[in-house]
C-alpha cells in the first residue's frame, strides 16, 4: 500500500526556535496534503491543506505566519513552526492524496511527529 | 458544519467481552466514514472505511456499520482482547467541498480491556 513518511517522529526544541517537519508520499504523487495537530486526549484537528505549487489553504484560527507550509514538490510538503512556545508542543499528523485528487482516491497517513518546546 | 461525536469517551472491560464504539455525525452528506485505531504516542492505524453507499464493513473481529440518514456509526468488537487497548477515532470526508480530501475526526474513544 502507499507510504506517507514523517520526519522527524519526535523532536524537542527551545522556546523560541523554529523546527521543521516534513511529509513524504514515498511512492506516488501527491497533489494535496494536509496537515493535523493533536492535543493530549484531544482528537485531531485540520491546519491546513497543503497544494502543490501554491498557497496553503489555512482553516480557521490557525496563524499563517506561525505555522509556515510549503509544498515544493510532488512528493514533499513541510511544516514550519516558527517561534515555537511550550503551547505549540503537540502531535502533528500528515495525511497525501494521490495526483488524481477527488474523492476516489484514499488518504494515507504519516506516522505523526511529536514536537515539544522547552 | 460538520460535527463528529463519539461516546463513551473511555471505556473499560474484561476481556473477552463484546463491546459497541458509537459515532454520531452531524451532515449526512458524506463520501466516506472511517474508523482508525490509535495507540498512546502512536500515528493512526485505519480500521475500517464504510463508503456512503454502504451499510457495514467487517474484518476479523470488527465491524462497523453506518446509518448515514440518521448520522450515525457503531463499531463493534467482538471477544475483546488486551491488545484491543488503544483509542479508536472515527472520521469522516465531506462531500459537496472543494477539499475532496479533509477528514473530520471525533474525538475518540479510549478502550481499556482488562485481562
Known amino acids: 500500500g502507499a507510504v506517507v513518511s514523517q520526519h522527524p517522529s519526535r523532536v524537542i526544541c527551545k522556546s ?49 505566519d506561525k505555522f509556515l507550509i510549503n509544498h515544493a514538490s510532488l ?17 502533528y499528523i500528515c495525511s497525501a492524496q494521490k495526483t488524481t485528487g477527488g474523492y476516489g482516491n484514499t488518504i494515507y497517513f504519516g506516522e505523526g511527529s511529536w514536537l515539544t518546546v522547552v | 458544519k460538520q460535527e463528529v461525536t463519539q461516546i463513551p469517551a473511555a471505556l473499560s472491560v474484561p476481556e473477552g467481552e463484546n463491546l459497541v464504539l458509537n459515532c454520531s455525525f452531524t451532515d449526512s452528506a458524506i463520501y466516506n466514514l472511517q474508523w ?37 456509526s457503531t463499531l463493534y468488537i467482538a471477544a475483546s482482547q488486551p491488545g484491543d487497548s488503544a483509542t479508536y477515532l472515527c472520521a469522516v470526508r465531506q462531500l459537496g467541498s472543494s477539499n475532496t480530501g479533509k477528514l473530520i475526526f471525533g474525538q475518540g474513544t479510549t478502550l481499556q480491556v482488562k485481562p
Not at chain 1, 32 to 37: A, G, V
Not at chain 1, 82 to 88: L, Y
Not at chain 2, 49 to 72: C, F, M, P, V, Y
Request: glycine share 6%; hydrophobic share 30%; aromatic share 8%.
Open chain 1, 16 to 64: 523560541g526556535t523554529s523546527v521543521k517537519i516534513e511529509c513524504r508520499s514515498l511512492d506516488f504523487q501527491a497533489t494535496t496534503m494536509f496537515w493535523y495537530r493533536q492535543f493530549p486526549k484531544q482528537s485531531l484537528m485540520l491546519m491546513a491543506t497543503s497544494n502543490e505549487g501554491s498557497k496553503a489553504t489555512y482553516e480557521q484560527g490557525v496563524e499563517k
Open chain 2, 36 to 72: 482508525f485505531r490509535q495507540d498512546p504516542g502512536k500515528g493512526l492505524t485505519s480500521l475500517l472505511l464504510i463508503q456512503s453507499s454502504q451499510r457495514e464493513q467487517t474484518s476479523g473481529r470488527l465491524n462497523a456499520s453506518l446509518d448515514k440518514s440518521s448520522g450515525r
Open chain 1, 75 to 91: 512528493t514533499l510538503s513541510t511544516l514550519t513552526v516558527t517561534s515555537a512556545h511550550p503551547e505549540d508542543s503537540s502531535f
